[in-house]
């Protein structure tokens, strides 16, 4: 039992690190740019915690003969919640690499949907160590019905950057950080694909 305990530890220190990071995204405030080199060495801060978690949990992965559910599944799971923290600190790199403090009204669409993810992802978690598979399920549809919100998001953003946008620099700068933002919400959809493949084997 204490071999379950580490890995229930493992994989809800991975989703809480994630949340954390997805709440400190959406509620910072930047003003100047002396705010985006605080912004992004925060989140690097986060994905880093993200990696030493991530090793711990390979190293505990190979000296354990029986896991709680299989094995690479765990590694997917934790390497698809790992992913989501990259993608948001890469998003934050962006913003600091382009001096971005104007924030607009997609980038905090964008940061709402991708909040509601991440709790959606540390629910399930911590239905996924009680064995709670029906309600994971439901939580794997609202994450995929965020990633569909986030695409139209996407589209609408770029679109609106073409027509208001003169300066061509400009227009690739914040069509990388829309994309960027896209990106992670990609990257949750897999978290709930991974979920989904694991309620499938268990449930």
């Known amino acids: 039992m204490a071999k379950k305990g580490k890995f229930t530890t493992y994989l809800t220190g991975i989703s809480a690190n994630l949340k954390e990071a997805a709440d400190y995204f959406s509620n910072y405030k930047v003003n100047v740019e002396e705010d985006l080199e605080i912004f992004a060495t925060k989140m690097k801060e986060y994905e880093h915690k993200g990696d030493e978690i991530i090793h711990e ?36 790199a962006l913003f600091e690499m382009y001096n971005i403090t104007n924030i607009n009204q997609y980038m905090l669409d964008f940061v709402k949907e991708i909040k509601v993810c991440a709790n959606e992802i540390v629910d399930s978690v911590e239905l996924l160590t009680t064995k709670k598979y029906k309600e994971i399920r439901e939580r794997v549809i609202k994450i995929n019905a965020i990633e569909s919100t986030c695409d139209v998001i996407e589209r609408e953003s770029i679109k609106n950057l073409f027509l208001t946008e003169k300066d061509p620099i400009r227009i690739i700068q914040y069509k990388e950080i829309y994309e960027s933002f896209e990106e992670v919400a990609d990257a949750c959809e897999v978290v709930a694909n991974t979920l989904e493949t694991i309620i499938m084997k268990n449930a």
């Open 57 to 92: 949990v390979i190293k505990e992965l190979n000296n354990t003969f029986i896991t709680p559910i299989e094995r690479e599944d765990i590694l997917l799971l934790v390497n698809s919640m790992d992913d989501v923290l990259d993608e948001l600190e890469e998003c934050a």
